[in-house]
């Protein structure tokens, strides 16, 4: 049954209409079109009454004598948007309806039905706007449950996880939030087969191309919301109608564009269960980075803590694990507060290590998987010495608390460039955040990484979830990829690599690429056209070669 309406084929179900022996004349292709109403006419101009989605009944008593008649008055209903002609034999026609009325139906593809033994008209309204109104209540109550559900996931701050668990729960449907890149953030399979669902999900999103920020895709099947908050969008929600013939009831409109929200909403709280010290130094760290209080306000604040930041050389220092998820071990993904518990350890040893080098510094947790702190030097002469120290420090802190610590729970230390006020101590917090967040994976085992030990690669690895670089690589590479997504035997992105990873020297990319010189230069032709680009220009191919490291740094996990 579509979400409000039901169908003409459903109407014929229905125990009224079958006691009248329905036979389908004309419009099968039209079978699935849902009903609105019903209305009982007797009266060729009847037309002009219709407002679109009506089952006429008729007996045909009014209905033209000739055959031109009939065919426009098949023709207006058909024109304003009728869904079906139901006649009952017996009174104007004995045997059947006219031919010419059935041929004109077939033509307009208008469902026409014969009533081949009499029944009351009031019977089959009475169950089909029952049904109507029975589905119209439950869709107003599974609306109101979605309005009841969305404050409260707002306030409590779901995961993305939980959000979509939630939504598809409503839905009963699949639901996907993936990433500007087309990456999946968060999936709920509603009782579905997941692997199925997100198999190739990259190359079938980029097919997925609904008109609006929210709206309906009938081609894929997939109702699109984008998300995002203050204006910048970050990714998109996407939710599976399963009934092809029919577009997604309001409801489900309404439910994407409610999770959509609590999902943009959910990116910019932060909770924290630290004590008060810890979290006036984290609303100061978070302050700096996010320029949400002025300069002044936060050293005076600081310097009540016994941080004194003005007129010092400041360095911002970002101290993170080498994996995202809690150490392996019994009960590890059972526990929901590992993650929190380990984060809050690896404060509690920033901030021990920060006093056992005797240095000055502002230290929390900058997000689920960092702890920062902002060193307040007296000199800059003493930059190194301080971070040998402060990573001395905290090697000693950490084995001490844990002996027997596994590799994969190693930590990178990363520190930005120096500056010489606190107006630029967010440059020196961003980029040492960014620098660890590279070097997490790098084999060395360096005691303090800086930002010349982190290439291209590195720093586009950091800034892969930076909603701006994901843009960038849509705009230089979205229409080579949606060809390739289409056209997935040729794949012409890695003949563009192979091109651009030689130098622009097309012979040596043919033998990269295993292809022969003539084919690969018509490669190379055809992915300039469909890029509008001059593969021949140093600063063009420069661009998409950076977008393809881009590109490589967002698809690694």
Known sequence: MSPVFPTVREVLDLVPMRHGAPRLVAGNAGLDRPVRWVHIAEVPDIATLLGGGELVLTTGIGLPADDAGLREFIGTLADVGASGLVVELGRRYLTGVPRVMAAAAERRGLPLIELRRGTPFVRI????????????LTELRATEEIHQRSPTCSVEGAEPAEVLRQAAELAGCPMVLENL??????YDPAGENAELLLDGWEQHSRQIRPAGRTAYDPGSGWLVTTV???????????LRWPVAESTPPTRLTILIERAASTLALGRLIRRDAEGLERQIHRTLLTALIDHSRPVDEVALRAKALGVVLDRRHLVGVVVRHRGDE?????????????GPARLRDLAEAVGQAVRDAKLTALTSAVDDHAVGALLALPDAA?????????????????LDAAPSRPPATRTVVAAGSGVGSLREARRSLVEARQIAEAARRDPRDLPCYRLP???????????????????FVERELGALLAY?????????LGTLRAYLEQGRNKSAGAAAAHLSRPAFYERLARIGR???????????CLSLHVALLALDAIRTP
Do not use: C, N, Y
């Open 484 to 492: 390739d997504a289409q056209h997935p035997r040729e794949q012409l």
């Open 125 to 136: 309204t009475e169950a089909v706007h029952g049904l109507i109104v029975d589905a119209q």
């Open 228 to 238: 995002g908050a203050r204006g910048q969008d970050w990714g998109r929600l996407l």
């Open 530 to 540: 469909i890029l509008d680009a001059d593969l021949d220009s140093v600063d063009r």
């Open 382 to 398: 003493d930059e190194e010495k301080a971070l040998a120290a402060f990573a001395t420090a905290l090697r000693r802190v950490r």
């Open 453 to 471: 030990h982190v290439g291209l690669a590195g720093l586009l690895h950091l800034l892969r979830d930076e909603p701006r670089l994901q843009t």
């Open 181 to 186: 890149s087309r990456q999946v953030l968060a």
């Open 326 to 338: 809690p150490a392996a071990g019994p009960g590890a993904d059972a526990d929901p507060e590992a």
